[in-house]
């Protein structure tokens, strides 16, 4: 009997051999960076649901790895930032998908005088096993491949992200969370699942699985939506909402209180001195917002100060702040 990472394979072969446009969709809009052109061929084979590419970490050069390669959009993206021989490594475990890689690469050199296709090692590989060395990588990425994954195979899938991350390394991914309840019949589809409709879980899950391999810690960068699973349409009683989120990962050493997640809350002290120090290393300066992470977010709230503003989540952090 066929596995679902099988039937993955096998969907995912049809998507390498005749481009699907609609398999995911992101309004995370492409880069818009000086002197790089995406092929078409590209674009349309850009099967993620967000992106894993922020300029503010692929400084100095980094290595990169990339799992899942798509048609090699992202991977040509990260090449921009790393322009040197295998300076992004490319796995895949679908032979066709690599292979339509190589063509549009051949067409990305033609169209971008800078890059060479030797920036770019593919390699075959699985996420569970991963053909990379130890500590080895700078940014680790995935767009919209780790929620396929049933929760033994993506605990693994994570735990090979963090053994090739070097420390201070960054896992960016971007996958489909759902808060909703889904059956076990639609998980259990195969075909539904390796087209990112079923296999989604809840953010705080999908969090707490990141934090349980070791990574100290995480930003939520964007939350958007993605898709409906419609009772008119599958087999479900009630409407079933589907997010994208983008997340980064940091290979921080783990606090002896707990990871620092960063789900988009600020401080704000609005008292009548000039700052207010909590004497555990966060200074608010008077009505000057301050992002905090969810565990710094609690210990304010739990001081009962009334002059302490905390914001809601927003599911949208860019750094800076109380860690």
Not at 122 to 146: E, H, I
Not at 192 to 200: F, M, Q, W
Not at 224 to 231: A, G, K, T
Request: proline content about 5%.
């Amino acid at each position: 009997m066929q596995t679902y990472l099988e039937t993955t394979k096998d969907f995912y072969k049809e998507a390498a051999l005749k481009p699907d446009v609609g398999l995911c969709c992101t309004t995370t809009p492409i880069w818009q960076l000086p002197g790089l052109k995406i092929p078409v061929i590209m674009q349309q084979m850009n099967y993620g649901c967000g992106s894993t590419v922020h300029p503010r970490d692929l400084v100095n050069e980094p290595t990169v790895m990339y799992v899942g390669v798509g048609g090699g959009m992202e991977l040509l993206q990260f090449s921009y930032f790393s322009r040197k021989k295998a300076g992004v490594i490319g796995i895949d475990v679908v032979d066709e998908m690599l292979e339509a890689s190589r063509k549009n690469f051949i067409e990305a050199e033609e169209q971008n005088s800078w890059f060479k296709s030797e920036f770019v090692e593919l390699k075959k590989g699985d996420a569970l096993n991963l053909p990379v060395a130890d500590n080895s990588v700078d940014v680790a990425a995935q767009n919209c491949l780790f929620n396929i994954f049933k929760t033994e195979d993506l605990k693994q899938a994570l735990a090979e992200m963090y053994r090739v991350l070097k420390p201070r390394g960054r896992l960016v991914m971007s996958d489909p969370v759902c808060d909703n309840f889904i059956s076990d019949e639609l998980r259990n589809d195969e075909r539904l699942r390796a087209a990112c409709l079923s296999g989604s879980i809840p953010l705080k899950d999908y969090i707490r699985m990141i934090t349980d391999v070791g990574f100290g810690t995480v930003e939520i960068r964007a939350k958007r939506p993605y898709r409906l699973l419609s009772p008119q349409h599958y087999n479900t009683q009630k409407m079933i909402y589907i997010e994208s989120v983008e997340v980064c990962a940091i290979k921080d050493p783990m606090p002896d209180d707990g990871p620092c997640v960063f789900t988009g809350k600020t401080a704000i002290y609005y008292g009548n001195e000039e700052f207010f120090d909590d004497n555990k290393g966060h200074t608010l300066l008077q009505n000057q917002p301050l992002a905090v992470c969810d565990k710094t977010a609690g210990a304010l709230a739990q001081l009962g100060k009334k002059d302490i503003f905390i914001s809601d989540s927003t599911y949208f952090y860019d750094g800076g702040g109380c860690c």
